[in-house]
């Protein structure tokens, strides 16, 4: 399916500040990653855990039609990818969560395809939550967050994508991982 | 608001970070405005140098992206990094440093290893320590280093300047003799770590390096049992083709995976394989590796082909030794490697071996192997299926109903097998000719010769039944109608590898038999014939005392033919046989045809500066388009390469992999939409490479230093490029970048390969038309002033450089980095083939 089109409109509204926008770029990357997915869910072997990276670059293409090593627009774009990465990872938790309590031990958990292994030993939802937090405090960081632990942007790559120095990602990242473990600790305390 | 208490206590945090723990709190105390803010900073300063690691290692993401490469001149566990000298899936291998010595110090992947391994890890280094053998790399220092991203096995083992095994005999083309006497001495090193109890577990020919000298020296002793268990995560890191690699050497109680069975007689058989390979230059089962469990069945339970017939050259008392070492029962092999090593001895030094033949079934093997018209019944039936006891029962066998029907299932298997060994049988180059003659004789021959047979119970399966419609016909029980349809599967499978499709394409066995002729025939053709070695000769002069090359030496390259200088370049050119006719020049251009091969350009080694930035208008390579990642400026030097002078065309990818998946057609364009691992894949079918991306960045440069090869100015790129001109407009997506100052003549497509003017090296549309998918640059031998390169944009992508018809000028720039991922096909992708020249060439 061809959204180019969809994208080449949301893209100029974001250009012209419309924030609604945002928010449909994000529903398109959402959809299209949660499809990449469950297809490579469906057809790789299982206990092969699948790259978050590899899914952020084919729906890249998917949704940007051809001249993809441009990588034009790719500022929204990995900012609406982190973001749907997280839900992907924050449902695929959630629908754990839920399948224990009802007593569903026996099925396989699949985190929406992101990972066809065991559940992370983090806290997906309460991790998200906190960067929910941190997002109040700094957009910044939390975006530094989100782009280096979901879709694992390194500290350049990072900083290529919201235009700020390298040094400046290090200096949120620190400050961001510390304050996460507060929160986090603090919420466990509570 | 918050804002500003996040600013205030970020910088609290960062400043405190700076200084000594004990000064921390007072710091804060004087810096804090609230007692919130303080305790707040407080925790976080606690909680970060409690762990580093938190979220540092994301689950969801592979292991493996989180390998950082070490730079050059960075320091571990004390070593100094010079260079990374190899990169396997267990992990990277450097040149490093240590009080003055040279060490190999191999870092072994997190991902690969668990607390369980770092603990092997450490105690294997004690053993290893205790080997002192001039024939093993002897282990200076094993164990864990604590880094930032967590624990990090390592090993640090003597530096071996040398070439892997199998390398080194085709270089200095050693006889038998001498082959025999290097295997001897790889025996008598492991005999040494047998004597002490240690086991190599993972013998193969890259893991034994020949130095200069001609002394063999065995690396990694222990590495394999220090990893050992973890093989599930090692599969999945290496992926099944690396793991094959070690598992052609594997003893059949090691592939199937029992580690308590492994012992010194493990090793002993690897030996034997060893051996075996570099005696006959194959492995000694039936047919190649496949899979993971077909290599685990021919390991197990298939008998090795004995080496007499493959070779009947091949002495009777080292086909003994051999069956000896490759006993499936450990119990029947050599006792250790040095009993091994004394029988060799013995035998070259013509005395009786202790080896004999195993017994009835090794009798029947060497009727087979005496016995050619049997060969390949015996081989692939008895030896695969279950016990044929003497050969004059065959017919009797075969007018069993029962064995049809397990022939019939076997030579499906064996279809199967062909089709897919015929699809590793490449490049056609002398050293795999042999191995093409066997598919052609023991693999594809015998089916051949039972298609008939095949037919003939097809037909008499189809007496029984009902004929529906084509193929389809109806029975009334269900085992008859599953016989007929596996007899349909297998007679038209054979009917397609022999008969082809019913088009022109030649059948698979034509084909092969066409490859065969051109692997044995292609060294006369390119460097041997009187003709053509004059050729060499002369080009090899003319190189060499031409200011261009600066003395370079050139020499004869199996399957290019020297075609003289270029007139305006001066550098000398070659056709490249297999990939089609070699076209012809008229006033100096050739005249590409839709059937002409590859032309390659033999570009001169030098420095130059790769990168561009934008940060220095009086600086090298400034382009103010430049992007952040394209600097630093870094000097490389190269070695002379030949790089191909136009991007490979749709008629040369048909004709090598018999498919065109380009989107638009037409003659002597560009092929597009092929992935960069399909590139991969058919250029090493032709016995050529990617570019890497420092010899692209050269290639397109062409000695210059500005945004273009053709200037500073986009304007001036108006003759030589196809990118995103103002006819673009009207077929590209509205949100793109066009250039309407420019109309290139070809719209929203690729153009012909030699559309253009080509840059100063001769080369058409290095910038344009579609983009080329390169390598990333690797570390060779003998380049260390060669930094390693940023890591992409986005992990596991690879690079493709110079734009396309689909891209702005700003795009198609010589230091324009793009990335996309391996298996991407777009229609704006292609390929411009190149080749390492061989050292000390043919």
Redesign the interface.
């Known amino acids: 399916m061809d959204h ?2 969809d994208v ?1 409109r949301i ?2 509204a974001i250009g012209r500040g419309d924030a609604a926008s945002q928010e449909q770029l994000l529903a398109l990357v959402y959809d299209e990653l949660r499809q990449l997915a469950r297809s490579k869910v469906a057809h790789e072997r299982p ?8 899914l ?3 729906a890249y ?1 998917r949704l940007f ?8 627009n790719r500022r929204h774009f990995f900012k609406a990818a982190a973001t749907a990465m997280e839900r992907i ?1 924050v449902e695929g938790a959630r629908r754990d969560q839920a399948a224990k309590r009802g007593g569903n031990h026996g099925r396989v958990a699949l ?1 929406a395809g ?2 066809a292994e ?1 559940p ?3 806290d997906v939802l309460a991790l998200g939550e906190a960067i929910d937090q941190l997002e ?3 957009p910044r ?1 939390a975006f530094v ?1 989100r782009l ?3 879709i ?3 500290i ?2 990072t ?2 994508v919201l235009e700020v120095s390298s040094a400046t990602v290090r ?2 990242w ?2 961001s ?6 929160f986090l ?1 603090r919420e466990r305390g509570e | 608001m ?2 500003s ?2 600013q205030k ?2 910088e609290l ?2 400043g405190a ?1 700076e200084l000594p723990a004990a000064d921390r709190l007072s710091y804060l105390d004087a810096g804090a405005d609230d007692a919130d803010t303080r305790e ?1 900073v407080r ?3 606690v ?2 140098d ?2 580093e690691a ?2 540092e290692n ?5 292991a493996g ?2 390998f950082s490469v070490l730079e050059p001149g960075s320091i571990f566990g004390g070593y100094i990094v010079a260079e990374v000298i190899g990169e396997g899936g267990m992990g990277i291998v450097y040149r490093a440093q240590k009080d003055g010595f040279t060490v190999a110090l191999k870092l072994i992947r997190p991902g690969v290893t668990t607390p369980g391994t770092r603990r092997r890890f450490e105690l294997e280094a004690d053993v290893l320590g205790r080997l002192d053998h001039p024939g093993i790399a002897h282990v200076h220092d094993a164990g864990t280093a604590d880094t930032e991203a967590g624990p990090q096995p390592y090993i640090a083992m003597e530096y071996i300047e040398g070439a892997p095994m199998l390398e080194y005999v085709r270089r200095e083309d050693l006889n038998f003799q001498q082959r025999l006497e290097l295997i001897v001495l790889v025996c008598d090193a492991v005999a040494h770590a047998h004597e002490k109890g240690v086991v190599h577990r993972d013998l193969k020919p890259s893991n034994i390096l020949i130095a200069r000298d001609g002394t063999p020296h065995v690396l990694d002793f222990g590495v394999a049992r220090a990893l050992e268990g973890d093989l599930v995560s090692t599969t ?1 890191m290496t992926g099944a083709g690396q793991l094959i690699g070690s598992l052609a050497y594997m003893s059949p109680e090691q592939a199937t995976g029992n580690p308590l069975d492994i012992d010194v007689r493990s090793d002993v058989y690897a030996l034997g394989v060893l051996c075996y390979q570099l005696l006959v230059g194959r492995l000694p089962y039936p047919s190649g590796m496949i899979n993971l469990p077909h290599a685990i069945s021919q390991i197990t339970s298939e008998d090795p082909v004995p080496i007499s017939s493959v070779d009947p050259t091949v002495p009777e008392q080292v086909d003994v030794i051999l069956e000896k070492a490759l006993e499936k029962a450990k119990e029947h092999r050599y006792a250790d490697a040095g009993e091994l090593a004394a029988d060799l001895r013995r035998y070259l030094g013509a005395e009786p071996i202790a080896a004999r033949h195993a017994g009835s079934l090794a009798q029947i093997r060497r009727f087979t192997a005496r016995n050619p018209i049997l060969v390949a019944t015996i081989l692939i039936v008895a030896l695969s299926l279950v016990a044929m006891t003497t050969a004059t029962s065959w017919y009797a066998y075969l007018a069993n109903k029962q064995r049809n029907q397990i022939l019939r299932l076997a030579d499906l298997h064996r279809l199967d097998l062909c089709v897919r060994n015929a699809d590793m049988l490449w490049p056609e180059l002398p050293e795999y000719a042999k191995q093409m003659q066997d598919w052609i004789d023991h693999m594809a021959s015998p089916l051949r010769e039972r298609l008939p047979f095949h037919r003939k119970n097809l037909d008499a399966v189809r007496a029984q039944g009902t004929h529906v419609s084509g193929d389809r016909w109806h029975f009334s029980d269900v085992e008859t109608q599953w016989r007929h349809d596996q007899l349909v599967e297998l007679v038209q499978g054979l009917e397609q590898l022999f008969e082809g499709g019913g088009g022109a394409e030649a059948s698979l066995f034509e084909e092969m038999k066409r490859r065969h002729r051109n692997a044995t025939t292609i060294r006369s053709r390119s460097v041997a014939d009187p003709e053509v070695a004059a050729l060499w000769h002369e080009a090899a002069t003319a190189v060499r005392s031409s200011p261009i090359y600066a003395g370079f030496e050139l020499t004869p390259q199996i399957g290019f033919v020297p075609l003289g200088p270029d007139a305006t370049t001066g550098l000398w050119e070659f056709a490249h046989l297999r990939s089609g006719e070699v076209p012809v020049r008229v006033n100096g251009v050739f005249q590409l045809q839709p059937e002409s091969g590859l032309v390659f350009v033999l570009l001169p080694g030098g420095k130059f500066f790769y990168g561009a930035q934008a940060t220095d208008p009086d600086g090298r390579n400034y382009d103010p388009n430049a ?3 394209e600097a630093p400026i870094v000097e490389y030097s190269l070695t002379p390469f030949l790089l191909s002078k136009y991007e490979l065309t749709q008629e040369i990818w048909q004709r090598f992999t018999g498919s065109n998946p380009s989107q638009a057609r037409g003659e002597l364009l560009p092929v597009e939409k092929v992935s960069w691992a399909m590139c991969r894949e058919t250029l090493w079918r032709m016995g050529l490479t990617l570019p890497d991306e420092v010899q692209w960045e050269y290639a397109a440069r062409a000695g210059t230093d500005t945004a273009w090869w053709t200037g500073a100015n986009k304007e001036s790129l108006t003759g030589t490029v196809n990118i995103a001109d103002r006819y673009y407009r009207d077929h ?6 066009y250039e309407l100052w420019l109309d290139d003549g070809y719209a929203a497509a690729p153009a012909p390969v030699h559309a253009y003017r080509p840059n100063p090296f001769g080369l058409y549309s290095i910038l344009g038309n579609v ?1 080329e998918w390169c390598r990333e640059p690797t570390v060779r031998l003998g380049e260390t002033n060669r930094p390693l390169l ?2 992409p ?5 690879v690079p ?1 450089r110079g ?2 018809w ?3 000028a700003v ?1 198609v720039r010589c230091a324009k980095q ?4 391996p298996s ?1 096909q ?4 292609g390929v411009r083939p190149a080749y390492n020249l061989m050292a000390g060439g043919e």
């Open positions: 180019s089109h080449t893209l100029s206990g092969h855990s699948l790259q978050a990276t590899a952020v670059h084919e293409v039609g051809s001249d993809s090593p441009t990588f034009q990872l985190h992101v990972s065991m992370p030993s983090i109040n405090e700094s960081a967050v280096r632990y979901f694992g942007l390194s350049d790559e900083a290529e200096a949120d620190t400050m991982k510390a304050w996460l473990r507060v600790e | 918050t804002t208490r996040w206590a970020r945090f960062l970070l707040l925790e976080m300063l909680a970060h409690a762990d938190f979220l994301p689950e969801h993401l592979p992206d989180r999945l992007f952040a990642r590209g997506p509205a949100y793109r970048k983009w940023n890591r944009l986005l992990n596991r992508m493709l734009g396309s689909d891209s702005p795009n793009g990335r996309s991922a991407d777009n229609h704006f992708t």
